[in-house]
């Protein structure tokens, strides 16, 4: 299996564009999480999934960001418009139970 | 409601010395016990994990965590540091199967040589 997929693993892009990443977890897994890791803020979760179905968007900061899952092989974080303050890595991991995380190896996002 | 606690933010250890990492966790049921390593510029690698059975854990590159449910602690070892254990180690905790795993806020393990 090639694990989980992120894409791009660096994006720049300027304040107030809209930024797109992507994730396509490991096939059978039933669950998708999005993290953001700062160095001021360690991991943080946004978001996360089961049978793509958001359960718990408690994490996203603000209504700037939002994350979709149309089927079980896709999921996208999209932020607009875009802030400095989101420069962050931005992880995707999956799961099937309680065998614990796999993650992907994560977009770094600058904006300037 | 699940936590944890990771004590030290940074530890150094001598190249072929002891590596202990701290972690003591809260949970109201019977947790699952992860540790993951991230290496710079990478994603979390799971390490080693403690769902049920035997409380002593063996996982990759000769690493070991023992369950202490009296203690409430999760904390991993290494006999022998070398030079390519230095990373960030994170332990986390969740209560059930298709929950979010809760994370520490990691220990960046420093190796001297």
């Known amino acids: 299996d090639a694990g989980v997929i992120q894409s791009p693993r660096h994006e720049v892009t300027e304040m107030g564009q809209e930024v797109t990443l992507r994730c396509k977890p490991i096939?059978?897994?039933?669950?998708l999480f999005w993290y953001r890791q700062t160095m001021m803020r360690g991991l943080e979760l946004l978001i996360y999934f089961n049978n793509n179905v958001p359960i718990d968007d408690s994490g996203m900061p603000e209504d700037r960001f939002s994350a979709k899952m149309p089927n079980a092989s896709f999921s996208t974080l999209k932020i607009q418009p875009s802030e400095p303050r989101d420069s962050a890595v931005y992880f995707c991991?999956?799961?099937?139970?309680?065998?614990?995380?796999?993650f992907g190896s994560g977009t770094r996002l600058t904006v300037v | 409601a699940q936590s944890v606690t990771q004590l030290g933010s940074h530890v150094s250890v001598s190249e072929g010395a002891l590596v202990l990492l701290r972690c003591n966790y809260s949970s109201s049921v019977p947790p699952y016990l992860f540790w993951y390593v991230q290496y710079p510029n990478q994603g979390l690698q799971l390490l080693l994990k403690y769902t049920t059975g035997a409380t002593l854990v063996k996982g990759i590159n000769g690493f070991e965590a023992e369950f202490k449910k009296s203690e409430t602690s999760f904390h991993l070892t290494k006999p022998s540091a070398h030079m390519s254990d230095a990373a960030e180690y994170f332990c986390a905790v969740t209560a059930n199967r298709d929950d979010k795993i809760i994370f520490g806020k990691g220990t960046r393990l420093h190796i001297l040589p």
């Open positions: 991991a999956s799961t099937q139970g309680a065998g614990g995380y796999t």
């Open positions: 096939s059978g897994h039933n669950s």
